[in-house]
């Protein structure tokens, strides 16, 4: 069983900026493929981000040239810089490992953009 731990979230106004992390506990880190996603109330878990065992990266629209992904195969960590928050932004988000018939979910963190 892996166990991914998110960290960074908070309260934070529109404009502002937060750094999430997630780290893992496995040490095959490496072959994971990782994402955020996030769930704002009433509305569906949504892709955020993600970053593959390869390297490459995928953004949604809504977050392109604000957000940026990245991770730490050494470290086991995955961050993700969030810049020019929004209040749409507000949702938990929750950090998410997948290699092959594996995956894994983090337990979430807050974050809240105030206008």
């Known amino acids: 069983q892996v166990q991914l731990v998110e960290s960074g979230g908070g309260l934070v106004q529109a404009g502002g900026s937060l750094r999430l992390s997630c780290a893992a506990s496995t040490s095959i880190f490496s072959l994971y493929d990782m994402g955020w996603y996030r769930q704002a109330p009433g509305k569906q878990r949504e892709l955020v981000a993600v970053?593959?065992?390869?390297?490459?990266?995928n953004y949604a629209d809504s977050v392109k040239d604000r957000f940026t992904i990245s991770r730490d195969n050494v470290k086991k960590t995955m961050d993700l810089q969030m810049n020019s928050l929004k209040t749409e932004d507000t949702a938990v988000y929750y950090c998410?490992?997948?290699?092959?018939?594996?995956?894994?979910w983090g337990q979430g963190t807050q974050v809240t953009v105030s206008s």
């Open positions: 998410r490992g997948q290699s092959g018939v594996r995956d894994y």
């Open positions: 970053i593959r065992s390869g390297g490459s990266t």
